[in-house]
Structures are given as C-alpha cells and as structure tokens.
C-alpha cells in the first residue's frame, strides 16, 4: 500500500520524506489555510522535496472555474493532481482534464457510485473519507471494501486513496481489504512504527550488552 503524507506542513513533509517510505502528497484547504502561507508557494516547496504525487484542491464549485484554476497549478510541477470535489460539476471537470492527460483525484467521497462515477471520468484517485464516515457511526471500512470490488469487478484503473485517517487501526484495515493507497496525518506515520515491546525489548538488549563489556570492580 502507497503512503501519502496529509498536511501542508513542509517541515512534516520534510521529516516523513526523509524516512524513506513517502509515496506521495495530498493538501485540502483547510489545511494550507493552517499554514497561513502562500498556496502556489508552498505546493512548489512541497514538489521539490516529494517527486511522487502532490494533490492540490481548487475551491470553486463549477466547473469552468474549477478548470480555470486547474492551470496555474499544473504550471508548479509535473507531479501536481488536481483535486476535485465528488460533485457533478467536479466529475464535469474531472472527464475534461482526465481526457487531457491531467491526473484528477476526486476528494470528499462517502458513498460507492460516487467513487464508480469519478472512475467512469477518468480519475486517477478517488478520496473516500474514513474517519468523518466514523464519527457518524458508520463503518467507513464497508466503503472501502464496496469501492475496492466495484473496480476489480469492472477493471477500473482508479486509485482507492483511503483519507481522513485517524490512527493506525484504519491503516491495518485499508491494507487488509485492498486499498491502493492511505493519506496520513504525520502523527499516525510515526505511530505506524511504534511498539513499546520494540521498545522495551531494544532496552533490555542494550542492557545486556553493556553489562557483558563493563569490566567488572572486583
Ligand atoms: O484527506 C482528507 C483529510 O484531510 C480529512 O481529514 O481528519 O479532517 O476528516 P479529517
């Protein structure tokens, strides 16, 4: 399974990057509004550190402005997709960049024919959100499961980029029924390699060790 990184925080980049196991880079509004920094500037701060996959999300609704705004992103950096919303006028927009070899990924997706509508249009990744589906007590996983089968059922070449991660448990769950790729909070990417029998167990290793090479007072 791909993992993105999902923030705007370049310093976060920077540090999941140099772990070595980054895919790739998604931003939304809000988070770049976090930021408090010039979008085009960091999106092009944010290109020069991850050669993967680096969504930007447009904020208009239709989609002639949504094209419109699709063109000074593309200029950043080859590795920009544009970010669409799950709505009639973001699927509009996805089969026209799609068609013109422009990688779409279509956010803010909570139900199946959402997710088979932005594959039908071409898009290169679509967002089913995990933890907003949770905190209304439905099981985000069902989606997850219910896009993975319609798109292996038609041959669907989209991504399931599984968002709104909350903790690794989602992660374990994502990987387990199939999703291609998860974005993550910085937060749970360092938790996915916590243990605290790794930590205690190097503890005791390194305990023994030193107390085999300390000479002895006696
Ligand atoms: O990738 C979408 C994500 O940023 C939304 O996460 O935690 O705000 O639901 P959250």
Not at 131 to 147: A, K, T
Request: charged content about 20%; overall charge negative.
């Amino acid at each position: 399974m791909q993992i993105y990184i999902d923030t705007a925080s370049i310093e976060d980049i920077r540090a999941a990057s140099d772990m070595g196991v980054l895919d790739g880079v998604t931003t939304n509004p809000s988070l770049v509004a976090k930021e408090g920094v010039d979008f085009h500037d960091r999106l092009k701060e944010i290109c020069d550190v991850v050669p993967g996959p680096v969504s930007a999300e447009v904020v208009s609704t239709e989609s002639d402005g949504m094209l419109e705004e699709a063109k000074p992103l593309l200029e950043i950096a080859d590795n920009i997709v544009i970010k669409l919303p799950c709505t009639v006028d973001g699927l509009r927009a996805c089969k026209h960049l799609s068609s013109n070899g422009v990688r779409v990924n279509m956010t803010l997706c909570f139900q199946p024919l959402q997710a088979m509508l932005a594959a039908k249009a071409g898009a290169f990744l679509i967002s089913p959100f995990l933890g907003r589906l949770d905190d209304l007590g439905q099981d985000s996983m069902d989606l997850i499961q219910q896009i993975r089968t319609i798109y292996d059922n038609y041959g669907y070449e989209t991504k399931v980029l599984a968002a709104s991660v909350r903790h690794p448990m989602h992660l374990v769950e994502c990987a387990l029924v199939g999703a291609d790729v998860a974005t993550v909070p910085f937060k749970v990417i360092q938790q996915m390699m916590n243990h605290p029998l790794t930590d205690s167990g190097l503890k005791k290793f390194l305990d023994d060790w030193a107390a085999m090479n300390t000479p002895s007072s006696g």
